[in-house]
Nanobody
């Protein structure tokens, strides 16, 4: 299984970015997918997750209402649309997959990880 994250960059506060996570090497219909982030000096934290089969979504309180996770089954790709970005959203963002439909907010529960993409939000 390979996960390839992309779409990071530098954006001003209030701006938007869309991250992509292209998945390959497996049929993901029974997987749970998550986005995590890690800021310098901080622990990795859950951002959002989606049940690949049914499309149920989950968000951390810090991004709820601003970020939207979605998936395109035909492209085997998961997206994270990030709006109203804040400087505190600055981090390396990782996509992850676990071999069960249930989405959980704890990183050790995920089996596969992408390489990360840097998001920097300037004030």
């Amino acid at each position: 299984v390979q996960l390839q994250a992309s779409g990071g960059g530098l954006v001003q506060a209030g701006g938007s970015l869309r991250l992509s996570c292209a998945a390959s090497g497996r049929t993901f219909s029974s997987y749970g997918m998550g986005w995590f982030r890690q800021a310098p000096g901080k622990e990795r934290e859950f951002v959002a997750g989606i049940n690949w089969s049914g499309g149920s979504t989950y968000y951390s309180d810090s991004v709820k209402g601003r970020f939207t996770i979605s998936r395109d089954s035909a492209k085997n790709t998961v997206y994270l649309q990030m709006n109203s970005l804040k400087p505190e959203d600055t981090a390396v963002y990782y996509c992850a997959a676990r071999q069960t439909l249930q989405v959980v907010p704890t990183s050790p529960e995920y089996d596969y990880w992408g390489q990360g993409t840097l998001v920097t939000v300037s004030s």
